[in-house]
């Protein structure tokens, strides 16, 4: 007992009691501290007082040698340092040593440590913001930005922001974090720094805004209306009319219908209730396949006994080598009879109500509760002719559409000109995976999402107010500035699509590719109505011949002297099968629209 009273005391008066509290500049463990001092260093001085002097210290490692021990490791101690007030003594250099050993080992230990998924996650928004500068600000700005004053901040404010535009040479409505890929949603946003609605000090990263949009459009896909929603700053000072100021800065094929001020808690894409798609189409689409062709020959292979198709008006008298060309002149000077375009409607009619629509995206399985979706109305338009091509415009309006949907489209054309049983839309409906063709891209036009429910919830907040009143919420409707969107239409989406049919025949390139096909994924379009086994899509077995999707038929807009390669049905270049498409659940949620 005696003994370990001695060790405290010596512990005290030796070490700890020379140190004062504020030369612990850094936390470490006494029994680390304490180990080394003794084991490493090996000093036989290492209890000694601190006011020992240079030559008491010096004896001391002479006598050390001389008892045949190590060679110690040696401390420094200058005639200078002895003389000043505050020297360093040797148990002090040595707590410092051992602090810096400690930190060496420690950062070492962090930087071979692999990084967590906050720490790559910070580091992925940092390269996002420094991407975000770039797009920004032309070289050599960025210093000298940073060495003005700061402009006075301004209050941001939750709005909606309503917009139109052509999707042509877009890729996509989403911003992605690349300085090459031009966007809908990058161009606008560059648009609102440069007019003051987003500050400079938000404009290198979108998510500080907290941008969101209601429906998302791929490449090249056209909208009227579309909605984004983010924090802006609605009273830029002499901006008189921030809506026109930002026109200024968009190019003439995206432009801002308005904002609305929105509750703090508005979601774009969570509060939207619905949206409304448009297709268009050339009526020619409609004429039944021709004689000789892959799909022809399905037809005649799974029509009942008996079964003889008569020609159709269109083919008689046409000779089965007659060119592409040739057909394409006729086929714009074709006019769709009512008789069909009622047989359109009434297969229209099956797919209205809640369905599962596995069978109409890629990548679905039909146990998947997101396969399953609401489709309020179908109305399909009496045709129309622009030039010498006749249209045919068909309006959907949905709860929300999966990747592809327009799969749809597909389906009803071929129902209507094979003679295929409006029935068949139920056997689509079912577990048996079968294959759809998606329409190409061009015919696509987002028309505008709806917030039917956030204006009801919303009218207290209109009762009795002014727009001028803080608390005042304005309804989101589109069709305010109906006269706007159709002019808009005209001149920006409509006269493209059709001069980009005009010029490059998409759609006839399209519909030879399906007839060309002489496989099993489309036997089930013949006047039976029944699913031949074949035709059903077996999970883990390889089809023979499956049908292969162009991606040509994807884009919206292609460069001139493209339409022979456009037109060649048998060019699979491009092609893919859609179980090729490796999309997993979380990315088809990102593509629904």
Same mark, same amino acid.
């Given at each position: 007992?005696?003994?370990? *009273?001695?060790?405290?005391?010596?512990?005290?008066?030796?070490?700890?009691?020379?140190?004062?509290?504020?030369?612990?500049? =850094?936390?470490?463990?006494?029994?680390?501290? !304490?180990?080394?001092?003794?084991? +490493?260093?090996?000093?036989?001085?290492?209890?000694?007082?601190?006011?020992?002097?240079?030559?008491?210290?010096?004896?001391?490692?002479?006598?050390?040698?001389?008892?045949?021990?190590?060679?110690?490791?040696?401390?420094?101690?200058?005639?200078? #340092?002895?003389?000043?007030?505050?020297?360093?003594? @040797?148990?002090?250099?040595?707590?410092?040593?051992?602090?810096?050993?400690?930190?060496?080992?420690?950062?070492?230990?962090?930087?071979?440590?692999?990084?967590?998924?906050? =720490?790559?996650?910070?580091?992925?928004?940092?390269?996002?913001?420094?991407?975000?500068?770039?797009? $920004?600000?032309?070289?050599?700005?960025?210093?000298?930005?940073?060495?003005?004053?700061?402009?006075?901040?301004?209050?941001?404010?939750? *709005?909606?922001?309503?917009?139109?535009?052509?999707?042509?040479?877009?890729?996509?409505?989403?911003?992605?974090?690349?300085?090459?890929?031009?966007? +809908?949603?990058?161009?606008?946003?560059?648009?609102?720094?440069?007019?003051?609605?987003?500050?400079?000090?938000?404009?290198?990263? %979108?998510?500080?805004?907290?941008?969101?949009?209601?429906?998302?459009?791929?490449?090249?896909?056209?909208?009227?209306?579309?909605?984004?929603?983010?924090?802006?700053?609605?009273?830029?000072?002499?901006?008189?009319?921030?809506?026109?100021?930002?026109?200024?800065?968009?190019? %003439?094929?995206?432009?801002?219908?308005?904002?609305?001020?929105?509750?703090? #808690?508005?979601?774009?894409?969570?509060?939207?209730?619905?949206?409304?798609?448009?297709?268009?189409?050339?009526?020619?689409?409609?004429?039944?396949?021709?004689?000789?062709?892959? $799909?022809?020959?399905?037809?005649?292979?799974?029509?009942?006994?008996?079964?003889?198709?008569?020609?159709?008006?269109?083919?008689?008298?046409?000779? @089965?080598?007659?060119?592409?060309?040739?057909?394409?002149?006729?086929?714009?000077?074709?006019?769709?009879?009512?008789?069909?375009?009622?047989?359109?409607?009434?297969?229209?009619?099956?797919?209205?109500? #809640?369905?599962?629509?596995?069978?109409?995206?890629?990548?679905?399985?039909?146990?998947?509760?997101?396969?399953?979706?609401?489709?309020?109305?179908?109305?399909?338009?009496?045709?129309?002719?622009?030039?010498?091509?006749?249209?045919?415009?068909? $309006?959907?309006?949905?709860? #929300?559409?999966?990747?592809?949907?327009?799969?749809? +489209?597909?389906?009803?054309?071929?129902?209507?000109?094979?003679?295929? @049983?409006?029935?068949?839309?139920?056997?689509?409906?079912?577990?048996?995976? $079968?294959?759809?063709?998606?329409?190409?891209?061009?015919?696509?036009?987002?028309?505008?999402?709806? !917030?039917?429910?956030?204006?009801?919830?919303?009218?207290?907040?209109?009762?009795?107010?002014?727009?001028?009143?803080?608390?005042?919420?304005?309804?989101?409707?589109?069709?305010?500035?109906?006269?706007?969107?159709?002019?808009?239409?005209?001149?920006?989406?409509?006269?493209?699509?059709?001069?980009?049919?005009?010029?490059?025949?998409?759609?006839?390139?399209?519909?030879?590719?399906?007839?060309?096909?002489?496989?099993?994924?489309?036997?089930?379009?013949?006047?039976?109505?029944?699913?031949?086994?074949?035709?059903?899509?077996?999970?883990?077995?390889?089809?023979?011949?499956?049908?292969?999707?162009?991606?040509?038929?994807?884009?919206?807009?292609?460069?001139?002297?493209?339409?022979?390669? +456009?037109?060649?049905?048998?060019?699979?270049?491009?092609?893919?099968?859609?179980?090729?498409?490796?999309?997993?659940?979380?990315?088809?949620?990102?593509?629904?629209?």
């Amino acid at each position: 007992m005696s003994a370990l *009273c001695m060790f405290h005391h010596l512990l005290w008066r030796r070490i700890l009691n020379p140190l004062s509290l504020h030369q612990l500049r =850094q936390p470490i463990r006494l029994s680390q501290w !304490f180990t080394r001092s003794l084991t +490493i260093d090996h000093y036989p001085f290492a209890l000694m007082q601190s006011d020992q002097s240079e030559p008491t210290l010096k004896r001391s490692q002479a006598e050390m040698l001389e008892d045949g021990a190590s060679e110690p490791k040696r401390v420094k101690v200058s005639e200078e #340092s002895s003389a000043e007030q505050h020297r360093t003594s @040797p148990v002090e250099q040595n707590l410092q040593e051992v602090n810096a050993a400690t930190q060496g080992e420690s950062s070492r230990a962090s930087s071979e440590r692999p990084q967590s998924k906050k =720490q790559k996650k910070l580091e992925k928004r940092s390269d996002r913001r420094s991407r975000r500068r770039a797009t $920004l600000r032309p070289d050599g700005e960025e210093h000298a930005e940073s060495l003005e004053p700061k402009a006075p901040r301004l209050p941001k404010r939750q *709005c909606a922001l309503l917009i139109g535009y052509s999707g042509a040479g877009y890729n996509g409505m989403q911003m992605q974090y690349d300085t090459n890929v031009k966007t +809908i949603e990058g161009t606008l946003f560059n648009a609102l720094v440069k007019a003051g609605a987003v500050s400079q000090d938000n404009a290198d990263d %979108p998510v500080k805004v907290n941008l969101g949009r209601a429906a998302r459009t791929d490449a090249g896909v056209h909208a009227a209306g579309n909605l984004i929603s983010m924090k802006i700053i609605t009273q830029v000072p002499d901006v008189p009319d921030l809506v026109a100021r930002i026109n200024e800065e968009l190019p %003439p094929e995206i432009r801002l219908w308005n904002f609305l001020r929105v509750q703090n #808690s508005f979601n774009a894409r969570g509060v939207c209730d619905s949206r409304k798609y448009t297709y268009f189409f050339p009526s020619y689409l409609l004429i039944p396949p021709k004689p000789g062709s892959g $799909l022809h020959k399905i037809i005649l292979n799974q029509a009942p006994e008996g079964y003889e198709q008569q020609a159709h008006p269109f083919w008689v008298d046409i000779s @089965p080598e007659s060119s592409p060309d040739d057909d394409m002149r006729r086929k714009r000077l074709w006019r769709v009879s009512q008789d069909v375009v009622e047989k359109l409607r009434e297969v229209a009619n099956k797919f209205v109500g #809640s369905h599962n629509f596995h069978n109409f995206t890629v990548g679905a399985s039909p146990k998947d509760a997101s396969s399953r979706r609401v489709i309020r109305e179908i109305e399909i338009a009496d045709p129309v002719v622009y030039g010498d091509t006749e249209w045919i415009a068909v $309006l959907l309006h949905g709860q #929300s559409f999966m990747f592809h949907q327009r799969k749809m +489209i597909a389906a009803l054309i071929l129902i209507a000109r094979t003679g295929t @049983p409006a029935e068949v839309i139920s056997e689509l409906y079912g577990i048996r995976q $079968l294959f759809i063709p998606r329409m190409p891209a061009l015919g696509l036009l987002l028309e505008y999402p709806l !917030f039917n429910s956030y204006n009801k919830k919303t009218e207290p907040l209109r009762e009795n107010k002014t727009p001028e009143d803080p608390e005042y919420r304005p309804t989101i409707d589109f069709e305010v500035h109906r006269a706007e969107i159709d002019k808009f239409k005209q001149e920006f989406i409509y006269s493209g699509m059709r001069a980009v049919e005009d010029r490059d025949g998409i759609f006839d390139a399209w519909i030879r590719t399906i007839d060309s096909y002489v496989g099993n994924d489309l036997s089930y379009f013949n006047p039976t109505g029944k699913i031949p086994e074949e035709a059903v899509i077996q999970m883990g077995v390889k089809r023979p011949n499956p049908f292969r999707e162009r991606k040509r038929f994807d884009a919206t807009s292609f460069p001139e002297g493209s339409r022979e390669r +456009i037109s060649d049905a048998a060019d699979l270049g491009d092609a893919e099968a859609d179980d090729e498409l490796k999309l997993d659940k979380k990315k088809l949620a990102e593509l629904e629209g």
